[in-house]
């Protein structure tokens, strides 16, 4: 048998069963639509009644029902203190707290050692500008005795400009750079716990989202079929963000403290320098011909009997310590 006559059998075979599925399954359609318009359709109860009658019908239902009220998981609050537990916040909740008590720590304490009076007393300023402006001259013994009547930070530093006296104008000055440094970094030094906490706290709250959100993405992963990821997965990230936000309420406080007291040290270190700078022309008039020791009581420096704590002599008869 010639192959291109079976192949033209069925083509035309393929092309009749197309056509004729073509016009019945329309035919069918449209039969089956015009028994439906044949059956009558009854009319609707509501139809039926007048409207007066169904007017009163329904006032006589009295006021609908209010639909019920879905419960509002917002209106509930947020209850930061349990999310600020170890056991919500994550371990690195500890570290946090521990910077939280470092900060309130040492900024009562900077509070109180930064006060005018242990830095740059204002009797102690007033008594240098009364002996630097007063009739009979500077007078480095004089001024010696006002520093060790107020002892502080700049009584420190002008202690060490007097006890140079005598000395060049270069002595001087290096003297008052060495000690100024001295009372700078003991007075800086308690600032710097809180320059670590403002860095590390934030730190220690990024890495404690961090965790969170690795386990909160892990447990949603591992999931049932059916379950629900979304608020599964929401309720993590937002516990994982406590620990950011404990952080950050460690932190700030911290910058601004640690920024206000450095600016106080500095403030108060400008009006010494301004002192300083009204001593030092001076003490350099004394240059060779003063000299203020340190002798402590009941010494006796050149056969003289001194019974003060801390005596001064002239340059010539006094043994100086430094």
Same mark, same amino acid.
């Given at each position: 048998m010639d192959i291109r006559h079976v192949t033209g059998l069925g083509v035309l075979r393929f092309a009749v069963f197309v056509l004729a599925a073509g016009l019945l399954v329309p035919a069918a359609v449209m039969a089956e639509a015009r028994e439906e318009s044949r059956e009558p359709k009854a009319p609707a109860?509501?139809?039926? =009644?007048?409207?007066? *009658?169904?007017? *009163? &019908? &329904?006032?006589?239902?009295?006021? $609908?029902?209010?639909?019920?009220?879905? @419960?509002? %998981?917002?209106?509930?609050?947020?209850?930061?203190?349990? #999310?600020?537990?170890? =056991?919500?916040?994550?371990?690195? #909740?500890?570290?946090?707290?521990?910077?939280?008590?470092?900060?309130?720590?040492?900024?009562?304490?900077?509070?109180?050692?930064?006060?005018?009076?242990?830095?740059?007393?204002?009797? +102690?300023? &007033?008594?240098?500008?009364?002996?630097? *402006?007063?009739?009979?001259?500077?007078?480095?013994?004089k001024a010696y005795r006002v520093c060790g009547q107020y002892p502080s930070a700049a009584a420190t530093v002008l202690r060490a400009a007097l006890l140079k006296t005598g000395r060049p104008l270069v002595d001087l000055e290096h003297a008052v750079t060495k000690a100024s440094e001295r009372e700078a970094a003991r007075l800086y030094s308690n600032i710097r @716990?809180?320059?670590?906490?403002?860095? /590390?706290?934030?730190?220690? !709250? +990024?890495?404690?989202? /961090?965790? !969170? #959100?690795?386990?909160?993405?892990?447990?949603?992963?591992? $999931?049932?079929?059916?379950?629900? %990821?979304? =608020?599964?997965l929401a309720e993590g990230v937002y516990i994982a963000l406590v620990t950011t936000f404990a952080g950050l309420c460690v932190a700030i406080p911290a910058v601004c403290l640690a920024h206000f007291f450095e600016g106080k040290i500095?403030?108060?270190?400008?009006? +010494?320098? *301004? $002192?300083? &700078?009204?001593? $030092?022309?001076? +003490?350099?008039?004394?240059?060779? %011909?003063?000299?203020?020791?340190?002798? @402590?009581a009941g010494s006796q420096a050149d056969g003289g009997q001194h019974d003060g704590k801390e005596s001064e002599l002239p340059h010539k008869t006094a043994a100086t310590s430094e």
């Open positions: 109860a509501d139809a039926q =009644q007048p409207p007066d *009658e169904r007017f *009163e &019908a &329904a006032m006589a239902q009295g006021p $609908l029902a209010p639909p019920e009220q879905i @419960p509002d %998981k917002a209106d509930q609050g947020i209850d930061l203190l349990r #999310m600020a537990s170890p =056991q919500v916040g994550g371990i690195f #909740m500890y570290p946090i707290y521990g910077f939280s008590f470092v900060v309130v720590l040492f900024g009562i304490e900077r509070a109180i050692g930064l006060r005018r009076r242990r830095v740059t007393p204002r009797k +102690l300023v &007033a008594g240098f500008h009364e002996l630097l *402006e007063g009739q009979r001259g500077f007078d480095p013994r @716990p809180l320059n670590l906490s403002a860095t /590390v706290a934030p730190l220690l !709250g +990024l890495i404690g989202t /961090v965790q !969170g #959100m690795i386990i909160a993405f892990y447990r949603t992963a591992y $999931l049932p079929d059916g379950a629900n %990821k979304a =608020q599964a500095q403030r108060l270190f400008r009006q +010494l320098d *301004e $002192l300083i &700078a009204d001593l $030092l022309p001076a +003490l350099a008039r004394y240059e060779g %011909k003063l000299r203020v020791s340190r002798a @402590p």
